[in-house]
């Protein structure tokens, strides 16, 4: 779905291929979709202008009710009648959400002629045939050189066997951006929550040990000096964990053979015997560095990197939500081709539709403060204010509505006044200008909102 959308708002710029592959096709049903579709973005074009009118969004709405939607359409695209009479109901006044029911189902619809014109071009370019000619010298001096050529690749060979496992285990280190190399376990400690992501990512690694062998013998160094016998308790707890052929001393040890004989050196050189014995300071401290290495080298770099593009992800989203919500000027106009509508758009307006969704999403956007949890609800009301322009109500009633919102969210008696978080400008000129907008008084606050929550609650 995401492949097929990027391709349409390049569509213009590739010559309309997709179009007339639809056109080509002989299925009516192909071509009047994706026909509704480029008509559909000049109706949203309409409400990123520099001066929003009224009239001609109405013009647009109305074409693509009767061209496309209505029973005698002469293009119909075979949407649902049910939904046929809500996009009726809302015609006027038209909003920019009026013609989601219809996007989401041409998307649908479109999806397999774009999967079958794929698999098409899959198809066509496998059937190119390569053929391959090698054109040589044969002489002495070319043969002696293929012969270098073969030993040399040989023994190139067996080292490659040879090494296959350091590059293995060094194969994701080669990924880590440089500057995250170089990290320290102790700057991590101090941040709770960080701490907590990293153990939870050392144990989808299995390799959550290394921290608890780590934090274990910190816990031994701070109580080394303050209580002997609990120092000594937790020596023989360290040593019965840790200093074992499941962990130091086994296959997946943080320590090098040598590393390992050097812990042992102290204790007479024998395994056995320094697992009978009292472990020192000086061993523990020495099992500590070989586990901090091994965090700090390998695990530590992974993890960071992760985050980073847990981080760079999410501030994709946001760009992304962005470009279909948020009206921004470009030159002496609005830039119009990062506005359309989309699935996710659809998705997301669906969900704040829903009373049970919004209400969660309403309590977890407020744990981040900053008027995003009456952001939501005011989302709501302006939906509900549409419903109303849309039941053709009287005039008073409307404006009641109007009042009650602008004195609830943008010009509050109760301390701060603007309860919302829009520009103070944007505000201003709700209040001022009630009169002139019409019914698309709140639009520009409620795309604003929409962005803001997006944003900010990641």
């Not at 040598?258 to 056995?272: A, Y």
């Not at 015997?273 to 770099?301: F, G, T, Y």
């Not at 019409?438 to 604003?448: D, H, L, N, S, T």
């Amino acid at each position: 779905m995401e492949s097929m959308l990027q391709s349409l708002y390049l569509e213009n710029r590739a010559g309309y291929y997709f179009t007339q592959f639809c056109e080509k096709s002989g299925n009516k049903l192909w071509k009047n979709c994706v026909y509704f579709w480029f008509d559909l973005q000049a109706y949203h074009q309409l409400f990123y202008r520099e001066t929003l009118q009224p009239f001609p969004i109405r013009k647009q709405a109305q074409f693509l009710y009767a061209t496309y939607i209505a029973p005698s359409a002469s293009m119909d695209i075979g949407l649902h009648q049910d939904k046929k009479n809500i996009i009726y109901q809302k015609m006027d006044p038209a909003f920019e959400d009026l013609f989601d029911p219809a996007e989401e189902h041409i998307l649908t619809i479109l999806l397999e002629p774009w999967i079958k014109m794929v698999e098409a071009d899959k198809c066509a370019y496998g059937k190119v045939e390569l053929v391959e000619e090698t054109q040589q010298l044969d002489s002495v001096y070319f043969r002696k050189l293929q012969a270098l050529h073969q030993v040399s690749s040989s023994k190139k060979d067996e080292s490659t066997v040879a090494d296959a496992g350091a590059l293995k285990e060094d194969q994701d280190l080669h990924q880590v951006p440089k500057e995250l190399a170089g990290s320290n376990l102790s700057d991590l400690i101090r941040d709770k929550e960080k701490l907590e992501r990293f153990w939870a990512f050392l144990n989808e690694h299995s390799a959550g040990m290394d921290l608890m062998c780590w934090l274990d013998i910190e816990e031994f160094r701070k109580m080394l000096h303050e209580d002997k016998e609990k120092s000594d308790e937790k020596s023989k707890d360290i040593k019965n964990k840790y200093l074992n052929k499941k962990y130091f001393f086994g296959p997946n040890s943080p320590a090098t053979p040598d590393q390992q004989e050097k812990v042992l050196m102290p204790s007479g050189g024998g395994k056995r015997q320094i697992l009978d014995d009292q472990l020192s300071a000086e061993v523990l401290l020495e099992v500590q560095q070989c586990v901090q290495k091994r965090l700090e080298e390998q695990w530590l770099p992974l993890f960071l990197a992760d985050e980073q593009r847990e981080v760079d992800g999410r501030a994709k989203v946001r760009d992304i939500t962005e470009d279909f919500f948020m009206q921004r000027p470009a030159k002496d106009n609005w830039d119009v081709e990062s506005v359309s509508s989309s699935s996710e758009v659809i998705a997301f307006r669906k969900a704040l539709l829903d009373p049970v969704t919004a209400n969660l999403f309403q309590r977890f956007v407020s744990l981040k403060g900053d008027l995003l949890g009456n952001g939501v609800l005011f989302w709501q009301e302006v939906q509900k204010y549409k419903d109303l322009c849309h039941s053709h109500c009287p005039d008073a009633l409307v404006q009641k509505k109007i009042t009650a919102i602008i004195d609830c969210f943008i010009n509050s008696a109760i301390p701060p006044a603007l309860q919302i978080d829009i520009p103070p400008e944007q505000a201003k000129k709700i209040v001022e200008h009630r009169k002139e907008l019409g019914p698309y008084i709140f639009r520009e606050a409620q795309v604003r909102s929409c962005v803001n929550l997006c944003n900010r609650s990641g």
